[in-house]
T-cell receptor
Framework: KNQVEQSPQSLIILEGKNCTLQ??????????LRWYKQDTGRGPVSLTI?????NTKSNGRYTATLDADTKQSSLHITASQLSDSASYIC?????????????FGTGTQLKVEL | ETGVTQTPRHLVMGMTNKKSLKCEQH?????MYWYKQSAKKPLELMFV???????ENNSVPSRFSPECPNSSHLFLHLHTLQPEDSALYLC??????????????FGSGTRLTVV
């Protein structure tokens, strides 16, 4: 069964600090891995998407890495801001079902404090 | 805005009511989806439509009835719901082809409370 596990479940950091969120997956056949940011009461918004051949991808202060051999990904947030407080969801797509099959993690709830 | 619009944003309904959720996408995508998001659980895929044809029903109870009149509009008709159906309902769209789902985009969701 395809699964995506994220850690930690929740995290509190001070504004200006860096943090790293983890994602382990068992999805096959692998197509791509996405990181989404979801503010409370809103829909998820895409941060990055990486295919099998990509090791790292950045979007401003967000940098995602992918190790397809160990089936691990991380999302690094640099110089955190209060607006970074949200749930960060790791999503893995497989090649079955015409590309519509996404497996979602439960998310990491990040809170940035003063 | 993401290009996927959901209405209403919030809905409170009794267990005997009938209501509908609406989703509209302005991205030219050919696939649309309904998801349910409950607290501390991963998003659960409910229905998938490709070119307005339903291609997946993820064992969803019949009290949820989807409708897709065209590739840009998607509805979720609700009747005789249970309190455990209270959740955030998210609509998404994508452009599918060659085994990939490009531009997967979510709406802002409808927060549903069943009383």
């Amino acid at each position: 069964k395809n699964q995506v596990e994220q850690s930690p479940q929740s995290l509190i950091i001070l504004e200006g600090k860096n943090c790293t969120l983890q994602c382990n997956y068992t999805v096959s056949p692998f197509s791509n891995l996405r990181w989404y940011k979801q503010d409370t009461g809103r829909g998820p918004v895409s941060l990055t998407i990486m295919t099998f051949s990509e090791n790292t991808k950045s979007n401003g202060r967000y940098t995602a890495t992918l190790d397809a051999d160990t089936k691990q990904s991380s999302l690094h947030i640099t110089a955190s801001q209060l607006s970074d407080s949200a749930s960060y969801i790791c999503v893995v797509s497989d090649l079955t079902g015409g590309g519509n099959k996404l497996t979602f993690g439960t998310g990491t709830q990040l809170k940035v404090e003063l | 805005e993401t290009g996927v619009t959901q209405t209403p944003r919030h809905l409170v309904m009794g267990m005997t009511n009938k209501k509908s959720l609406k989703c509209e996408q302005h991205l030219g995508h050919n696939a649309m989806y309904w998801y349910k998001q409950s607290a501390k659980k991963p998003l659960e895929l409910m229905f998938v439509y490709n070119f307005k044809e339903q291609t997946e029903n993820n064992s969803v109870p019949s009290r949820f009835s989807p409708e897709c009149p065209n590739s840009s509009h998607l509805f979720l008709h609700l009747h005789t719901l249970q309190p455990e159906d209270s959740a955030l309902y998210l609509c998404a769209s994508s452009q599918t082809g060659t085994g990939e789902a490009y531009g997967y985009t979510f709406g802002s969701g409808t927060r549903l409370t069943v009383v």
